[in-house]
């Protein structure tokens, strides 16, 4: 059982916005810490996609957007392509744990 | 640029210690910019954080492997290690290190990470 929730999968056509949502609690995302983006493509390690919430690092595509509000951050991926198929995670930091805390991961599928 | 290599053996027996090594290139293990943290990845499963060493060599563990890992650091090597004792099926896992980065107070996200080790569990 992950500490932040995210959906097992999503899946969208060529072309269309998808979004994959991470949530929190107050110990985590609810007291302030910021959420990362992770994207993990088939045998590959994760490479790091948004930071800080909604920073995308130079050479990530301005299709992906990050976004957080109260207890809970969004991934949202627009005009999906077929490279853009991969695992996803959202990570933070819980006060709670005192640690650094991820999502069980969301599998995007391109139809 | 920064390039980060887990090393180790790829099985291990059950109630053993399983010890990985990370060779940081590119970069100082010891300098106060960063941290440095492992992370585990099962087969078909999730990330899981197991703990992280700070520029001043201490360290900091995932409260549910607290008492069987250890996280150390040889900086003449420019390396960090990982040993994680009495293992059981359960920790077998492909293993990463990674930088942490603080881009914010207070805040750190993954930025540099390794190709991941392989690690079996079986007697």
């Known amino acids: 059982q992950s500490v932040l929730t995210q959906p097992p999968s999503v899946s969208g056509a060529p072309g269309q916005r998808v979004t994959i949502s991470c949530t929190g609690s107050?110990?985590?995302?609810?007291?302030?810490?910021?959420v990362h983006w992770y994207q993990q493509l088939p045998g590959t390690a994760p490479k790091f996609l948004i930071y800080?919430?909604?920073n995308r690092p130079s050479g990530v595509p301005d299709r992906f957007s990050g976004s957080k509000s109260g207890t809970s951050a969004s991934l949202a991926i627009t005009g999906l392509q077929a490279e853009d198929e991969a695992d996803y995670y959202c990570?933070?930091?819980?006060?709670?744990?005192?640690?650094?805390?991820f999502g069980g991961g969301t599998k995007l599928t391109v139809l | 640029q920064l390039q980060l290599q887990e090393s180790g053996p790829g099985l291990v027996k059950p109630s053993e210690t399983l010890s990985l090594s990370c060779t940081v290139s590119?970069?100082?293990?010891?300098?106060?910019?960063?941290?440095w943290g492992w992370i585990r990845q099962p087969p078909g499963k999730g990330l899981e954080w197991i703990g992280t060493?700070?520029?001043?060599?201490?360290?900091k563990y995932n409260p549910s492997l607290k008492s069987r890992v250890t996280i150390s650091r040889d900086t003449s090597k420019n390396q960090l290690s990982l040993k994680l004792s009495s293992v059981i099926a359960a920790d077998a896992a492909l293993y990463y290190c990674?930088?942490?980065?603080?881009?914010?107070?207070?805040?750190?996200?993954?930025?540099?990470w390794g190709q991941g080790t392989l690690v079996s569990v079986s007697s």
């Open positions: 990570q933070s930091y819980d006060s709670s744990l005192s640690g650094w805390v």
């Open positions: 060493m700070y520029y001043s060599g201490s360290s």
């Open positions: 800080g919430n909604s």
């Open positions: 107050s110990s985590n995302i609810g007291a302030g810490y910021d």
């Open positions: 990674a930088r942490l980065e603080e881009y914010s107070y207070g805040q750190y996200y993954f930025d540099y």
């Open positions: 590119g970069g100082s293990i010891s300098s106060s910019l960063n941290y």
